[in-house]
């Protein structure tokens, strides 16, 4: 159990495009949906908290409007790096929180890895 | 302020060594601590994980890490080393509930020589 899916694994686009990542809980209900940010070789960086049907938390210095974050369902969020450039060249993990379960256990999906060209 | 400290980048064992991983954190409540494991290109791998109860914990893959509150410490252990636990370690601490933010630390690679 508590299984987390991202989507794409891999992504490669060019400079000034826009695109979309899936966190989905597979097996439980996640409330809370974290998303963070991996570059080589660093920690993770928290990038924002989202919670089903309201908006997104950033932390501070992460830019709402580049980083679009969508919990619709209690299942999915997505994050959409909007005009993205070669710095946003990154690995992306979300986490889950499963909200029946005891605990702050956070559930990892296994990243997404953005390339921008 | 809430932080975690893992002071080791870089720790090479010989296979079949023991492994102690140190992590140290600043906690204003009661914390919630957590070892994962990352393998190259990977997503975190949950280890173990304490709260309350018996300080020493047992995780899977063979792992296990002690909680001591004087030292403010919960290193994770192994007794032997395989070539496969070649990995990054990240200690992480958070509230037991609530939806505030886990703190990681910076993590400690593992290298296993033969």
């Known amino acids: 159990g508590a299984v987390v899916s991202q989507h794409p694994s891999r992504v490669i686009c060019k400079s000034g495009t826009s695109v979309k990542i899936e966190c989905r809980s597979l097996?439980?209900?996640?409330?809370?949906m974290f998303w963070y940010r991996q570059f080589p070789k660093q920690s993770l960086m928290l990038m924002a908290t989202?919670?089903?049907?309201?908006?997104?938390?950033?932390e501070q210095g992460v830019e709402k409007d580049k980083f679009l974050i969508n919990h619709a369902s209690l299942t999915l969020s997505t994050l959409t790096v909007t005009s993205a450039h070669p710095e946003d060249s990154s690995f992306y993990i979300c986490?889950?929180?499963?909200?029946?379960?005891?605990?702050?256990?956070?559930?990892f999906g296994p990243g997404t890895r953005l390339t921008v060209l | 302020a809430q932080s975690v400290t893992q002071p080791d980048i870089h720790i090479t064992v010989s296979e079949g060594a023991s492994l102690e991983l140190r992590c140290n954190y600043s906690?204003?409540?009661?914390?919630?601590l957590f070892w994962y494991v990352q393998s190259p290109g990977q997503g975190l791998q949950l280890l173990l994980k304490y709260f309350s109860g018996d300080t020493l914990v047992q995780g899977i893959k063979g792992f296990e890490a002690e909680f001591k509150r004087s030292q403010s410490s919960f290193n994770l252990r192994k007794p032997s080393v395989h070539w496969s636990d070649a990995a990054e370690y990240f200690c992480a601490v958070g509230p037991w509930t609530g939806f505030q933010k886990l703190v990681f630390g910076t993590g400690t690679r593992l290298l296993v020589s033969p």
């Open positions: 989202s919670n089903e049907g309201s908006k997104a938390t950033y």
């Open positions: 906690y204003g409540a009661t914390p919630y």
């Open positions: 986490s889950a929180r499963d909200g029946g379960g005891a605990g702050n256990e956070q559930f």
């Open positions: 097996d439980f209900q996640a409330t809370t």
